[in-house]
Nanobody, 122 residues
Framework: QVQLVESGGGLVQPGGSLRLSCAAS????????MGWYRQAPGKQRELVAT???????NYADSVKGRFTISRDNAKNTVYLQMNSLKPEDTAVYYC????????????????WGQGTQVTVSS
């Protein structure tokens, strides 16, 4: 099993910044893609940003230039630096990892964090 522990959410004023963290632990041999998704009330979950094991990144158009995803492979941790936050960024943010378990190198699984609330409001 894999556990994902997210932190860093909270209430921030428009224009402010937050940094989210997500640490993975458990039966992990290696992690492929790590990513952040978000879900606003009444809306579907959407991709925010992803980063591969090689460091290639992908961003939703709505966050390009404002958010930066990074990872620390030694710590199995992914980060999301969010700057110039807007009210429309308000959502529950979830991390997701695609990993190879240490008990079977022929498969890979996806796992979700529990979510962390980000509220942007004055």
């Amino acid at each position: 099993q894999v556990q994902l522990v997210e932190s860093g959410g909270g209430l921030v004023q428009p224009g402010g910044s937050l940094r989210l963290s997500c640490a993975a632990s458990g039966s992990i041999l290696s992690i492929n893609t790590m990513g952040w998704y978000r879900q606003a009330p009444g809306k579907q979950r959407e991709l925010v940003a992803t980063i591969t094991s090689g460091g290639s990144t992908n961003y939703a158009d709505s966050v390009k230039g404002r958010f930066t995803i990074s990872r620390d492979n030694a710590k199995n941790t992914v980060y999301l630096q969010m700057n110039s936050l807007k009210p429309e960024d308000t959502a529950v943010y979830y991390c997701n990892v695609d990993y190879v378990p240490d008990y079977d190198v022929t498969v890979h699984y996806g796992s979700w964090g529990q979510g962390t609330q980000v509220t942007v409001s004055s």
